[in-house]
């Protein structure tokens, strides 16, 4: 499994939340809101802290969505894995041999069918659905991607973890460092 039976996954946007997490036991974090100049750094400080760090490429301040902006991040950055909403990023990233991760949007009809089109087109290694707090939905995107599904956005408490667990999510990416230190969380 890809998360190692890691249940919840740290998410962060700040430096500050970041090097108290590196010192935490999660193996998998994910860097969300990040800026150009600090996200090489911040991957490196993962690295030597044994973190498998994953980073929201979509959210990278000063740095487009496009392939010249792929290859710098697989390439001199190297995280161990990547997330992001849009098919090119997920492409380059599989081809350099990082773990892709799709960020699904359970909006309404059409941006699921968006969603399975881009499944399909990219084959990420994992999708990431928001809100997580569908388990419907949650059993339906297991059905149809083949792929670990992670629970992410609103939730808010351990009821809303375990209903997506339950749901069939192998984890639940989250920035409330309240389900963080659950004991069933690492």
Known sequence: MLM???K??????NMKSYEKLLEQPFQNLIILDSHISLIATMVQMGKRHHKHVFVHTDLIQGLKNDLPAADFI????RPYGIISTRGNMLEVGKKRGLVTVQRMFLLDSRSMETGYRLLNQAKPDMVELLPGLIPALIKEV?????VPVIAGGLIRTEHD??????????AISSSNMELWNQPWAH
Not at 74 to 77: L, T
Not at 161 to 170: E, I
Request: hydrophobic share 45%.
């Open 4 to 6: 190692d039976g890691q």
């Open 8 to 13: 919840i996954i740290p998410a962060v946007n």
């Open 74 to 77: 697989c390439q001199n950055i």
């Open 142 to 146: 297991i059905s149809q991607a083949h």
């Open 161 to 170: 973890a375990r209903a997506a667990l339950n749901a069939g999510a192998s």
